[in-house]
T-cell receptor, first 111, second 117 residues
Framework: QKEVEQDPGPLSVPEGAIVSLNCTYS??????FMWYRQYSRKGPELLMY????GNKEDGRFTAQVDKSSKYISLFIRDSQPSDSATYLC???????????FGTGTQLKVEL | GAVVSQHPSRVICKSGTSVKIECRSL??????MFWYRQFPKQSLMLMAT?????????EQGVEKDKFLINHASLTLSTLTVTSAHPEDSSFYIC?????????????FGPGTRLLVL
C-alpha cells in the first residue's frame, strides 16, 4: 500500500463546475498538507497549505484536512480552462522532512 | 509566494559530458533544498536532500558519485550530473524549504529539462 493514494484521473469537467480532488494517506505522523498545481513542463506551484486538521479557503480554492479519516481534499469552484493541470497532494511530517506526494490527478476543464 | 529559480531551464549535451544545474531561493534563505527528477506523466521522484554546509542525503538507488550536490550557501544549491548518458535525460526540479513560524512548505523551481544525446 502506498503512503499516499491519489486517483490519477484524467478528470474532465465543464467550465464552471465544482471540482473535488482527494488524497488518502496511511501515516498518522503527517502534519503538513499541501496542494500543488503543475502545468505541463513546469515546476509545481504551491496552491494551498494546511497545518493539522481543518479547512482553508483562498479565492476559488478550498482545502480540507480530516486527520481522523486520513483524508484530504481540494475543491475548485467555478473552474476555468486555465485550471487544467495536474494537481498533486503533498504531505510532510514536519521538521524539514521530505514531502510524500500523491501520483497527481490530471484535470481538464472544457469550454 | 516565495520564488525559486533554476538555471538553465533547458540543456542539451553530448553523452559523457557533465552538466551543472543551479537552484536559487530568491527572496528567502533555505537551509534545506531538495532535488527531484520527473519522467513524463509521472510524479516527482526525490533524488536527494541538500543541507547547507553539509553533505547531501541521497535516496536509495540514486548514485551520489553521478549526481553531485553542493549547497554552498543559504540561497544556492547545485546539482551536477557527471558523465551524463541518454538515460539521464529527464526533467530535474529543485525545491527550497521555507520555515515561517509554524508553517513549513517547499517552493519549487521551474525545472530544468536535460537531454543527453
Amino acid at each position: 500500500q502506498k503512503e499516499v493514494e491519489q486517483d490519477p484521473g484524467p478528470l474532465s469537467v465543464p467550465e464552471g463546475a465544482i471540482v473535488s480532488l482527494n488524497c488518502t494517506y496511511s501515516n498518522s505522523a503527517f502534519q503538513y498538507f499541501m496542494w500543488y498545481r503543475q502545468y505541463s513542463r513546469k515546476g509545481p506551484e504551491l496552491l494551498m497549505y494546511t497545518y493539522s486538521s481543518g479547512n482553508k479557503e483562498d479565492g476559488r480554492f478550498t482545502a480540507q484536512v480530516d486527520k481522523s479519516s486520513k483524508y484530504i481534499s481540494l475543491f475548485i469552484r467555478d473552474s476555468q480552462p486555465s485550471d487544467s493541470a495536474t494537481y498533486l497532494c503533498a504531505l510532510s511530517t514536519g521538521g524539514g522532512n521530505k514531502l510524500t506526494f500523491g501520483t497527481g490527478t490530471q484535470l481538464k476543464v472544457e469550454l | 509566494g516565495a520564488v525559486v529559480s533554476q538555471h538553465p531551464s533547458r540543456v542539451i549535451c553530448k553523452s559523457g559530458t557533465s552538466v551543472k544545474i543551479e537552484c536559487r531561493s530568491l527572496d528567502f534563505q533555505a537551509t534545506t533544498m531538495f532535488w527531484y527528477r520527473q519522467f513524463p506523466k509521472q510524479s516527482l521522484m526525490l533524488m536527494a536532500t541538500s543541507n547547507e554546509g553539509s553533505k547531501a542525503t541521497y535516496e536509495q538507488g540514486v548514485e551520489k558519485d553521478k549526481f553531485l550536490i553542493n549547497h554552498a550557501s543559504l540561497t544556492l544549491s547545485t546539482l551536477t550530473v557527471t558523465s551524463a548518458h541518454p538515460e539521464d535525460s529527464s526533467f530535474y526540479i529543485c525545491s527550497a524549504f521555507l520555515l515561517a513560524g509554524v508553517q513549513e512548505t517547499q517552493y519549487f523551481g521551474p525545472g530544468t529539462r536535460l537531454l543527453v544525446l
